[in-house]
């Protein structure tokens, strides 16, 4: 499903070279989740932005589905974003003059899908807003504008989805929901799912970590069934502490 191999990223800037990630690897089969851990400037958005197609890496490969999505124009890459690629973002980019209802059929809609409205009104049901379909992003909470969020990249049927700090502009309570309910669409969509995040709970609760310190990959490793409160200090012992690539627990 994703395939990355020695992915490494480079700019020029006045003072020389800056090397914002360097030999990346990882393998991410269909339905599984994986969480892109570290500190802030570690690279995690670089990695994340590279993954989906949307930057090119200075060096390495990456394949979505099989298909080499660096050794793709522009355009190609488009094309796999709008045929397999969804995105949930930290701010949740809702158009301010479409109701919910509008905001999850928009892409659908460009799509050239007939039955736009009624699957965006499946999707906004399946998040628990089937009561707020006619309402503007300004008369919804924060959680419910991310709940939109996720339904409109849930209703483009995406095979992977990329998550950037999904839950960052959100109280612990409201964030807690949203995470809950991207797993659950994970399962039961079977969609390969990629977040960058910040919070141990979350990270522990992706079948696979990647932890990035100033742009290096320090730890890939499955995490094993254990209580969560096991799981969090495990993480956060890894990102403060972070042991040789491929260490299991």
């Known amino acids: 499903m994703i395939e990355v191999s020695n992915i490494s990223k480079q700019v020029s800037t006045a003072e020389g070279t800056l090397s914002i990630l360097d030999k990346i690897n990882l393998s991410l089969a269909a339905g599984e989740s ?3 851990v570290g500190p802030s400037g570690s690279g995690k958005s670089t990695l994340l932005g590279i993954l989906a197609g949307l930057d090119l890496p200075t060096a390495g490969s990456v394949s979505l589905n099989g298909q080499d999505i660096t050794a793709m124009d522009e355009e ?3 094309a796999v974003r709008a045929g397999h690629v969804g995105f949930v973002f930290q701010s949740f980019h809702l158009l301010p003059g479409l109701s ?8 659908l809609e460009l799509q050239g899908d007939k039955d736009a409205l009624k699957t965006a009104a499946y999707y906004l049901q399946r998040v628990g807003l089937e009561h707020r379909t006619t309402h503007y992003p300004r008369q919804l909470s924060g959680g419910e504008q991310q709940r939109v969020a996720v339904a409109r990249a849930f209703a483009c049927r995406p095979t992977i989805l990329f998550a950037d700090e ?6 612990t309570g409201t964030g807690e929901k949203i995470n809950d309910l991207l797993f659950d669409l994970n399962k039961e969509e079977g969609t390969t799912l990629v977040l960058v995040t910040h919070e141990y709970n979350l990270a522990a609760r992706c079948g696979q970590r990647l932890v990035l310190a100033a742009g290096r990959q320090v730890e890939e490793s499955a995490i094993k069934k254990q209580p969560a409160a ?3 200090a495990v993480i956060n012992a890894a990102v403060a502490n972070p042991k040789v690539q491929g260490s299991k627990y």
Do not use: C, M, Q, Y
Not at 100 to 107: D, G, I, K, R, T
Not at 166 to 171: A, C, H, K, Q, V
């Open 34 to 36: 994986l969480a892109i």
């Open 76 to 78: 190609g890459r488009a």
């Open 100 to 107: 919910a209802l509008e905001n999850v059929a928009l892409p």
């Open 166 to 171: 999904p839950t960052g502009n959100l109280d």
């Open 230 to 232: 096991k799981k969090k």
